[in-house]
Nanobody, 117 residues
C-alpha cells in the first residue's frame, strides 16, 4: 500500500529550526520527484521546494530560498526539509508529494509547523 508519512513538525520560535521528514513506502521512491508544499489557514497550498528523483536538481520558492534545504535518501525512501531561520509566516501545514513526471502522484497528510514567540 502506498504511503507518505510526514513528521518533524512542531512549535518553534522565530529564528529556530526544524527538520521535516517524509517517509515513503509502497512504490518506487527512487523513480519519483519529490515536493514539499505548505498551506496556511485560509491560504492556497503552495510549493515550497522540489528535488529530482536522483537528488541532483533542487528548486525553492523565493520565500524560503537560503533558509530551507530539501534533500533525500533513496536508500531510506525518505525526503527531508531542513528549515532554518524560521519566520512566523512559515507557519503552515507541510505536505509531502511524490510525482512521476506525467504520471502517478501521491500526497501525504501533512505535518503542522507553527512559528511563534
Amino acid at each position: 500500500q502506498v504511503q507518505l508519512v510526514e513528521s518533524g513538525g512542531g512549535l518553534v520560535q522565530p529564528g529556530g529550526s526544524l527538520r521535516l521528514s517524509c517517509a515513503a513506502s509502497g512504490f518506487a521512491f527512487g523513480s519519483y520527484h519529490m515536493f514539499w508544499y505548505r498551506q496556511a489557514p485560509g491560504k492556497e497550498r503552495d510549493l515550497v521546494a522540489s528535488i529530482s528523483s536522483g537528488g541532483v536538481l533542487k528548486r525553492y520558492a523565493d520565500s524560503v530560498k537560503g533558509r530551507f534545504t530539501i534533500s533525500r535518501d533513496n536508500a531510506k525512501n525518505t525526503v527531508y526539509l531542513q528549515m532554518n531561520s524560521l519566520k512566523p509566516e512559515d507557519t503552515a501545514n507541510y505536505y509531502c508529494r511524490a510525482d512521476l513526471s506525467g504520471g502517478t502522484v501521491y500526497w501525504g497528510q501533512g505535518t503542522q509547523v507553527t512559528v511563534t514567540s
